[in-house]
């Protein structure tokens, strides 16, 4: 007893069968169907997959930030023991920003470009710490300071269109951390920055995680960059949640075909100058309005068989950190 009430003191954040539809004449586009996952203290959990699978939405639905005309449908978002799905209003707006802090995918359209920075980040300051303005002044320099943006104090009088993409994003860092939360969403936080950025953003979350031990739930389109900056890693596709297990496991044992085609499609570095050709996932991202019967990545699988149409998607765990919702995993030589 004492064993399970410590596991769930550990545990900060419990997603059971999330569900989100979009409202449409035909009627709901499920963008995320009955999606299970949990983040312990102390844990990176990577979410992975291409463009459309349901990956932001089911972030910004653990805030209540799911655009019209989408809404969660079924499920519960269990923060510390309390579901969010039935708090108020006031109540959601409280952890929100405090306790459980977003950076969005565009800095550009997420940074209002009529106040400066420096108002940007002592309003959060003084909204959610309820500091002095000459204290939420000092707090943000050193909050600038902290994520690498250099004469800081200078810095606050800029405008967003006065940054560099890079620059933007660590200012939105900077505002995210503010408050010292205990889970950090980052939607995409590299999306249009070059390769040598991307490195020291993704070096600089790991580094303010390792010194908060805040949590995190980094959602990106590439696995390698997920599998290398998480504890464990969630795999999407069409809305559903395919494959789930410890990063390292997953990336080298992957158990699902589209996790296995999603790491075939990256460029290694032994490849280059061979002249060998990447492998693509065949086929095209599907339609939410027209899925299959059974498993939605079986028209560009290829190990489809007759018992693809009846896959009920719920993760087969043949192993107790790592599950897969393909049960064909040990035919056809998957493995």
Avoid at 5 to 25: H, P
Avoid at 118 to 133: A, N
């Amino acid at each position: 007893m004492r064993k399970q009430s410590e596991a769930m003191e550990a545990l900060l954040l419990k997603v059971d069968d999330l569900t989100i539809g979009f409202a449409d004449r035909r009627g709901f586009l499920l963008a995320a169907n009955r999606v299970s996952f949990s983040v312990p203290k102390d844990h990176t959990l990577g979410m992975v997959g291409e463009s459309g699978c349901g990956k932001s939405v089911t972030l910004r639905s653990l805030l209540g930030l799911v655009p019209y005309p989408g809404e969660v449908i079924a499920g519960s978002i269990m923060w510390m023991g309390r579901d969010l799905r039935g708090v108020s209003k006031k109540k959601l707006e409280q952890i929100r920003g405090k306790d459980i802090s977003m950076i969005f995918q565009d800095p550009t359209s997420c940074l209002n470009p009529v106040f400066s920075v420096g108002d940007q980040i002592t309003e959060m300051l003084r909204l959610k710490l309820y500091m002095s303005r000459q204290k939420a002044y000092a707090r943000a320099v050193e909050l600038l300071d902290r994520v690498g943006i250099p004469s800081p104090k200078l810095r606050l009088t800029d405008y967003p269109h006065q940054l560099s993409g890079g620059m933007r994003q660590r200012v939105m860092i900077a505002i995210a951390i503010a408050s010292q939360p205990k889970l950090l969403l980052a939607d995409e936080p590299t999306t249009a920055l070059d390769v040598t950025i991307q490195d020291q953003i993704l070096s600089l979350l790991a580094e303010i995680r390792e010194e908060t031990g805040m949590s995190m739930i980094l959602v990106s389109h590439d696995v390698g960059v997920v599998a290398q900056n998480s504890d464990e890693v969630a795999v999407m596709y069409a809305g559903y949640l395919v494959e789930r297990g410890r990063a390292q496991e997953l990336l080298h044992r992957p158990r699902h075909p589209y996790t296995q085609g999603l790491l075939k499609a990256i460029p290694k570095i032994d490849q280059v100058g061979e002249g060998g050709p990447l492998v693509p996932i065949r086929g095209q991202p599907p339609n939410l309005a027209d899925l299959p019967q059974g498993c939605p990545f079986q028209p560009r699988c290829r190990f489809m068989n007759e018992g693809c149409s009846t896959v009920s998607m719920e993760l087969n765990r043949q192993e107790p950190e790592h599950g897969s919702a393909c049960p064909f995993v040990d035919e056809g030589g998957m493995r």
